[in-house]
């Protein structure tokens, strides 16, 4: 029973921040809703400003509500987050000279185990088998003549 | 031998990036304000709310912008460094008391003392947005033409003051207006 009750417990979505900001047009709730999910939070760093319940997050919620009702587009206000915090403030940050390693990483790092593993492969396959047939025969052979030792030797 | 040094290299190549990352400040976010006219303002004074102070006023001096708050545990190591400068004349102090009550931030300049020439205040924290201010205390350092040129995030100390912020005040107060 307990299991069953931490089980629902962890299942339970992850109710967002307090306030929540109504709008009659669905579209700016849309861009509102998306926006608080992609401006990071710069206190807590790791959270997105519609999750975290700092005082900082709150105001930029509030700031990303009262430019909507304005009217501002959605671009307008990553740039206006932008200007003032720089790239970090969002989670999906553009790509650009300084944010190159970011977006290049993982793909190099990609390519790097790729060509290792092929340089891997590569050097197995071209491994002579003739040794190994040699190698076989061999063993096989003296194998064998334990064997028929063993024979005369229980013969004897 | 090859054997051994490919490893060894890869493996000082990842110590390098390791130690590299262990030195930075996650919280040190470059500022995007840098050389760049600083955000205007005009804002109601901490000890007189009637008269107000707006960044116009502050044209033709160098003057450092101190974001602290009564709430702000940091803010309350740096203080007396603040005041230690304040008795050098060296510089003009404007502070932003940040999402703060006027009363406990009033109390607060009583006790500790008052390094500003002026504070303004910003209780709904709407200055703060527009400077990009995410970790108070904050400290930006603004030239004669309305230009940021340094921020810090975080407490200043007295060795940050000596060699690099009096330094700099120094500088920007030869420059022309």
Request: proline content about 6%.
């Amino acid at each position: 029973m307990k299991i069953i009750l931490l089980f629902l417990l962890l299942l339970s979505p992850i109710v967002n921040a307090v306030d929540t900001y109504q709008f009659n047009n669905p579209e700016k709730q849309a861009a509102y809703d998306s926006l608080v999910s992609e401006l990071r939070c710069l206190v807590c760093q790791n959270q997105t400003i519609g999750d975290s319940n700092a005082e900082l997050a709150a105001d930029l919620r509030r700031q990303v509500y009262e430019m909507l009702q304005q009217g501002k587009s959605k671009a307008d206000i990553q740039q206006f987050m932008t200007d003032r915090y720089g790239d970090f403030v969002l989670y999906n940050p553009p790509f650009k000279a300084t944010t190159s390693l970011l977006w290049l990483g993982p793909v190099a790092f990609l390519l790097i185990g790729l060509i290792a593993v092929f340089l891997f492969v590569r050097r197995k396959k071209s491994l002579p088998t003739a040794d190994h047939a040699d190698q076989d025969a061999e063993k096989l052979a003296a194998a064998r003549r334990l064997l028929t030792d063993k024979d005369t030797e229980n013969l004897s | 031998m090859l054997k051994f040094i490919i490893p060894l290299i890869l493996f000082i190549i990842l110590a390098v990036f390791l130690a590299v990352g262990l030195n930075l400040n996650p919280h040190d976010i470059p500022s995007p304000f840098i050389n760049k006219p600083a955000p205007v303002f005009s804002a109601p004074k901490l000890t007189t709310p009637t008269e107000k102070l707006s960044t116009g006023d502050l044209k033709g001096q160098v003057w450092l912008f101190n974001v602290w708050a009564s709430w702000c545990v940091s803010c309350r190591a740096e203080h007396p460094v603040l005041n230690e400068l304040a008795k050098q004349q060296a510089v003009t102090i404007i502070g932003l008391n940040y999402k703060d009550e006027a009363d406990d931030a009033k109390k607060w300049l009583d006790t500790l003392g008052n390094p500003y020439n002026v504070s303004i205040m910003d209780q709904d924290g709407r200055i703060g947005i527009d400077w990009g201010v995410y970790g108070v205390p904050e400290t930006f350092v603004v030239d004669k033409k309305g230009v940021i040129r340094l921020k810090f995030t975080g407490p200043v100390t007295p060795e940050t003051i000596q060699q690099t912020l009096l330094p700099l005040i120094k500088q920007l107060q030869a420059e022309q207006s």
